[in-house]
């Protein structure tokens, strides 16, 4: 089994300037992701975020679609990555059409990992009912998956009507690109099994999923515990090949890392049934978060099996 590592961009850091929030360093930082061998580089999603929660550890975020469109301009192999875009926020077929032109575009590169989110304020701030989201992201997902197609299609939503219409180019990929569930609730799973290609999960600590309205997962008997009911709701359902695990970043690269330690994670999460993980890096600069990239590609990755 191939285990995919992906790589977090820093240019949600603002905070630092020019080292991450310019095109330069989007250039550079996507060519060091590629030249140390990460599978793919991911970028995040939070339009208009509280400041309350920006404030109490979150942080900010660019366009997801516009800074995957720069690194794919300058890179060929390195697959653009959501981690992940909140799906209820934007009208299903405005995403659609971002999806197919950098899928197109990029020949094919472009993950798409999509989840419900959780900021109730965001959600306000953008006019989009909050109880709802589940819904919404389930109707929206069928909803995108007919105007791939790229014939003409039809569907009923929830405020908007698609009546005789078509989106071409398609993307690449077929029959669209690949479908990350992020979410570690039941229903998520759920999701993943009926309308995804893999699970997205992310580790939370039990302090923070209390308050940030999702689901704990931060051991590996959770982790675990969710394989084995997205196997049981594969039965149910009958879908044969169970999706694949694709976890969001577990290791960080920081002074005084380990190499050993995070092959020995990456080899115990093989274990626990994933198929991939990510990274993030801790830096002082674009030249540091550079170099340690290809210090973990040299170190890291080169070296797994």
């Not at 250039?27 to 920006?54: I, Q």
């Not at 301009?73 to 697959?79: D, F, N, Q």
Request: glycine share 8%.
């Amino acid at each position: 089994m191939t285990f995919t590592l992906s790589l977090h961009f820093p240019f949600d850091q603002i905070e630092d300037g020019d080292e991450y929030a310019t095109m330069q360093a989007v250039h550079e930082c996507a060519k060091a992701a590629e030249d140390a061998g990460f599978w793919s580089g991911t970028v995040t999603d939070h339009p208009v975020p509280s400041y309350r929660w920006l404030d109490n550890g979150g942080h900010y975020a660019q366009d997801p679609f516009v800074l995957l469109s720069m690194i794919a301009a300058v890179t060929t192999k390195l697959r653009l990555q959501t981690n992940i875009v909140v799906l209820p926020y934007r009208n299903p077929f405005i995403t659609a059409r971002a999806v197919s032109s950098l899928d197109a575009f990029s020949n094919g590169r472009f993950i798409f990992g999509i989840g419900a989110g959780y900021l109730k304020p965001e959600y306000k701030a953008l006019g989009v009912d909050f109880d709802s989201r589940n819904d919404i992201m389930d109707e929206y997902m069928r909803a995108m998956k007919a105007a791939w197609t790229g014939e003409d299609f039809t569907f009923e939503g929830t405020g908007y009507s698609a009546v005789g219409n078509r989106m071409r180019p398609t993307p690449v990929q077929k029959p669209h690109p690949p479908l990350l569930i992020g979410g570690n609730s039941k229903r998520a799973l759920r999701r993943t099994v009926e309308l995804g290609d893999a699970w997205h999960p992310f580790f939370v600590p039990k302090g923070i999923s209390d308050t940030a309205r999702t689901v704990n997962l931060s051991t590996n008997q959770d982790l675990i515990d969710s394989i084995e009911y997205i196997k049981a709701h594969c039965e149910k359902v009958g879908r044969e090949v169970p999706p694949q695990v694709i976890c969001s970043g577990t290791f960080t690269v920081r002074d005084g890392w380990s190499a050993q330690e995070a092959i020995d994670h990456y080899a115990e999460l093989k274990t626990l049934g994933v198929h991939g993980s990510g990274a993030s890096i801790v830096a002082g600069s674009r030249r540091e978060w550079c170099e340690k990239a290809q210090q973990f590609g040299e170190d890291v990755i080169s070296k797994m099996e």
